[in-house]
């Protein structure tokens, strides 16, 4: 496997997901610099390797190299980051309960893009990626599993509490102010 | 307790990750219990308005070439080269920003004018060009949500290119995609660009392409690629018409299918 074959295969196998990879990079990142600087050093990690890849798997393949290098680079360069993982479910539970007479499905419906990208941008960085990769690159729990190094039950903890700071961002529970009106039992939630 | 056990479920009901049980489960659930309901319809209205309105970002061609310049830069084969690659790029880099404030002037004279010019025809142009990809994400949308997706339901063209010449007064290119994945589903009558256009529309695995046609007289072009409300947008002129291919596929499978629209076009 001479130089050329390498390079033949890692422009089939990796290059198509080359905007899958800088997505992560930067939703991860935040920053376009530095994702463009991390996914040039993902890249160059995934051709030295490239000759162990099966062709299937080449989407979550490279965007698990894609991510280790994300972190390894946040480490070194904002430390001060903190890597929000499995945490004691206190502030996320109020969240969940919000309620509002206007159903929250309405709210998000309404939600403009500026909103919706600063909305993701706000979350934990650990919750983050796995949103960007269910929502934004729709890739299967098996494979977002994998791409994080977390088992199957994180991941969906993990994306039901990202979900549910989402819906707090983008619907927030409408003025308490409106509930005191009295009003007939049975009109309760529904318009 | 009850509540973070649903919301997991919920989550992965909606992403379809349950079992079949699961979904079954739920499914039942929901029939009874609006608050259920309205959670689930919640984290649709999430996954639908996240999908359309948050950036994709998709890689600079600056990045795209340096990568492409590690050909180049892996041949040494060391250990660690992602850093020597970066800085074997700054070189050129240095050269470029020695040459441009050379003479800042007539370089910024330079670029000032010809950034005016293509400013005007820019612009004119891309209002244009804005308003067709407008239009076609719209009626892309509308026909994925609504009940009106085909007006022939048909796989055998010889039915749909019939119905769609009759009602347009000209006749498109009508074909199967020799796709993997891909079904012909039927055409329909559609409104674009301020006239009558033929939509064909197909299948490719979960997604629905939209390849709408009409006739332009101009000469032939490449496809000109455009991203809009996170659909993938590809138009060109060939043989007389003017192709318009949208989905929602990703980047890959889009390149697939826009070559095989032009391919059965061009048979």
Not at chain 2, 42 to 60: F, I, M, N, Q, W
Not at chain 2, 113 to 122: G, I, K, Q, R, S
Not at chain 2, 165 to 173: A, E, R
Not at chain 2, 205 to 222: I, L, M, R
Request: hydrophobic share 45%.
């Amino acid at each position: 496997m001479g130089d050329e074959e390498n390079w033949r295969r890692f422009e089939q196998l990796a290059m198509p997901h080359l905007d899958a990879a800088y997505n992560l990079a930067l939703w991860i990142t935040r920053n376009t610099d530095d994702a463009q600087d991390v996914v040039q050093d993902a890249l160059m990690r995934a051709m030295r390797y490239i000759g162990s890849l099966r062709l299937e798997s080449a989407r979550p393949w490279l965007l698990q190299i894609v991510r280790h290098t994300c972190y390894t680079w946040l480490k070194e360069n904002r430390p001060q980051e903190k890597v929000l993982l499995d945490d004691p479910e206190d502030a996320w539970r109020d969240l969940a309960d919000a309620s509002s007479t206007e159903p929250p499905a309405i709210a998000i419906r309404k939600a403009e893009r500026a909103q919706i990208n600063a909305a993701i941008a706000a979350l934990p960085v650990g919750y983050r990626e796995v949103f960007v990769l269910r929502e934004l690159e729709e890739l299967a729990y098996n494979d977002i599993a994998r791409i994080a190094e977390i088992p199957i039950g994180t991941v969906m903890s993990r994306l039901a509490r990202a979900r549910a700071l989402m819906r707090a961002a983008l619907a927030p529970a409408t003025r308490p102010a409106l509930r005191t009106v009295p009003r007939p039992a049975q009109t309760g939630q529904k318009p | 307790m009850n509540l973070n056990d649903d919301s997991w479920k919920l989550n992965a009901f909606v992403d379809g990750e349950l079992d079949l049980a699961g979904q079954l489960e739920i499914e039942q659930r929901m029939e009874l219990d609006d608050a259920l309901r309205q959670q689930v319809e919640t984290l649709r209205a999430l996954s639908v308005a996240v999908r359309g309105k948050a950036d994709r970002h998709e890689a600079p061609a600056a990045l795209r070439s340096r990568i492409s310049a590690m050909k180049h830069a892996i041949r040494p084969q060391a250990p660690t080269t992602a850093r020597r690659a970066q800085s074997a790029l700054r070189p050129v880099a240095t050269a470029l920003a020695g040459w441009l404030s050379w003479r800042p002037l007539v370089t910024s004279m330079a670029a000032a004018a010809v950034f005016a010019v293509t400013l005007n025809v820019a612009l004119l142009q891309s209002s244009k060009q804005e308003r067709l990809m407008d239009e076609a994400v719209a009626s892309h949308v509308r026909s994925t949500v609504g009940p009106h997706l085909v007006d022939v339901l048909s796989s055998d063209h010889h039915t749909v290119k019939p119905f769609l010449s009759s009602k347009l007064g000209f006749s498109p290119p009508v074909a199967e995609l020799p796709l993997p994945g891909s079904v012909f589903v039927g055409g329909r009558v559609d409104y674009l660009d301020g006239r009558p256009v033929a939509a064909l529309v197909y299948r490719q695995g979960d997604h629905v392409v939209n390849s709408f046609v009409w006739p332009e007289s101009a000469s032939d072009s490449k496809p000109e690629f455009a991203t809009e409300r996170g659909y993938r947008i590809a138009h060109w002129l060939q043989g007389g018409m003017h192709h318009c291919v949208i989905s929602d596929v990703n980047r890959e499978e889009f390149q697939r299918v826009v070559d095989a629209v032009r391919a059965t076009a061009a048979s």
